[in-house]
């Protein structure tokens, strides 16, 4: 596609339940980055993914928040057990090369509401 | 963690220039001075960015002091459709690593 799509575009789910957030970089873009936005806040830094590297995942703020990349493209950001604090926009982005600057490309986002 | 700090809001009339302050008084030599913008409901789109040379693209002018300790975004003639929160980064240029958002600035475009 022409851009970063993310899936679903709206998502609402029970406390305690597992969701499932998928993003479809740009193609051949091997930086990929997860955000979340909270109303009315900035964006708060998840995690980051480059080519084969391992991730960074110095931003998931706690072991419910897990996720990976498949085939170096598509990546799911999975939260389990979820809580209302949860609720937020979440935002992937998806960048070019590694050698060279690396503008980032967002999605629309996933707004994920927690009841 | 975000290396810059701006201004909260700024408010600016319609067909002015809007100038958008940043200071990153902790840049390091290899570090870039990024601007992206997010405009209400969408993701953030990139603007501009710089190392030490002012630049200028179809969007904006960037200003980046001598010390490279702050930086401006010039939108020269702003528009109703520049009304969004405006977030200034510094970051290396390429590489494995992060993207790191603060704050930003709420610029209000007033008719």
């Known amino acids: 596609g022409a851009g970063v799509s993310q899936s679903p575009s709206n998502k609402v789910t029970e406390k305690g339940k597992d969701v499932e957030l998928r993003c479809d970089p740009i193609s051949g873009h091997t930086a990929l980055y997860w955000y979340r936005q909270s109303l009315g806040q900035g964006l708060e830094f998840l995690i980051y993914?480059?080519?084969?590297?391992?991730?960074?995942k110095s931003g998931l703020p706690s072991d419910r928040f897990s996720a990976e990349r498949t085939g170096g493209s598509v990546s799911t950001l999975t939260i389990q057990r979820t809580q209302q604090e949860d609720s937020a926009v979440y935002l992937c982005?998806?960048?070019?090369?590694?050698?060279?600057?690396?503008?980032?490309?967002f999605g629309q986002g996933t707004r994920l509401t927690v009841v | 963690d975000a290396k810059t700090t701006q201004p909260p809001s700024m408010d600016c009339a319609e067909g002015r220039a809007a100038n958008l302050p940043c200071n990153h008084s902790t840049i390091s030599g290899n570090e870039y001075v990024y601007w992206y913008r997010q405009i209400h409901s969408q993701g953030p789109q990139y603007i501009i960015h710089?190392?030490?040379n002012n630049e200028t693209n179809e969007m904006a002018s960037l200003i980046i002091t001598e010390d490279r300790k702050s930086s401006t975004l010039i939108l020269p003639h702003a528009t109703l459709r520049d009304t969004a929160v405006y977030y200034c980064i510094v970051r290396v240029a390429a590489g494995a690593n992060n993207l790191f958002f603060g704050t930003g600035t709420r610029l209000t475009v007033i008719p």
């Open positions: 993914f480059q080519g084969n590297s391992a991730p960074d």
């Open positions: 710089g190392l030490k």
């Open positions: 982005a998806s960048g070019a090369g590694f050698y060279t600057f690396t503008e980032a490309f």
